[in-house]
T-cell receptor, first 119, second 111 residues
Framework: GAVVSQHPSWVICKSGTSVKIECRSLDFQATTMFWYRQFPKQSLMLMAT?????????EQGVEKDKFLINHASLTLSTLTVTSAHPEDSSFYIC???????????????FGPGTRLLVL | GESVGLHLPTLSVQEGDNSIINCAYSNSASDYFIWYKQESGKGPQFIIDIRSNMDKRQGQRVTVLLNKTVKHLSLQIAATQPGDSAVYFC??????????FGQGTELSVKP
């Protein structure tokens, strides 16, 4: 149980293009999902909190117009990197919390990550 | 401020030995902590969690210890195996359901 998938697992794109990454909770409902990015040999950095049916909450320093988040259903959140540039190259990871988990609802289950390379 | 940090960035152990990975936190309001394992190129994998009303919790080959007095968390892995080689992160709950991650400790298991 508590499986989170991401698609694609890796993507290479040209500078200036937009890239959409999907995050799905496969066997549970997730009112809240989170998007992180991770650089090599570093910890996870929270980018934003995605809430089903409402606007995402972005962390300080994260451009909401560049990293568009849509959480249209209880099992799907998408992150779109708009006009991607080489400095956006990173490992993007999503996580989801089980809405119905009750006392264990704080646990975040992570997807496998998406490696983005912008040329 | 909120922070969760780790004492050591790397740890090398002999196969079969026990491993201890440490973590310090500063937010006294955190009442839930998780250990994750991240293998190269993959997302973090849940290992074990503990609430602040406990000081010890055991899983399969893993034990988490929580010392609230000194705000310290540790992960013990018994009979470490090559498959345990990974980066281990501790995380504590923060405001709004967020998790605050530590820097990570890279565990290397020597055969």
């Amino acid at each position: 149980g508590a499986v989170v998938s991401q698609h694609p697992s890796w993507v290479i794109c040209k500078s200036g293009t937009s890239v959409k990454i999907e995050c799905r909770s496969l066997d549970f409902q997730a009112t809240t999902m989170f998007w992180y990015r991770q650089f090599p040999k570093q910890s996870l950095m929270l980018m934003a909190t995605s809430n089903e049916g409402s606007k995402a909450t972005y962390e300080q320093g994260v451009e909401k117009d560049k990293f568009l988040i849509n959480h249209a259903s209880l099992t799907l959140s998408t992150l779109t990197v708009t006009s991607a540039h080489p400095e956006d190259s990173s490992f993007y990871i999503c996580s989801a919390r089980d809405t119905l988990a009750g006392g264990a609802g704080e646990t975040q289950y992570f997807g496998p990550g998406t490696r983005l390379l912008v040329l | 401020g909120e922070s969760v940090g780790l004492h050591l960035p790397t740890l090398s152990v002999q196969e079969g030995d026990n491993s201890i990975i440490n973590c310090a936190y500063s937010n006294s309001a955190s009442d839930y902590f998780i250990w994750y394992k991240q293998e190269s190129g993959k997302g973090p994998q849940f290992i074990i969690d503990i609430r602040s009303n406990m000081d010890k919790r055991q899983g399969q080959r893993v034990t988490v210890l929580l010392n609230k007095t000194v705000k310290h968390l540790s992960l013990q892995i018994a009979a470490t195996q090559p498959g345990d080689s990974a980066v281990y992160f501790c995380a504590g709950d923060g405001q709004g359901g967020k998790l605050i991650f530590g820097q990570g400790t890279e565990l290397s298991v020597k055969p």
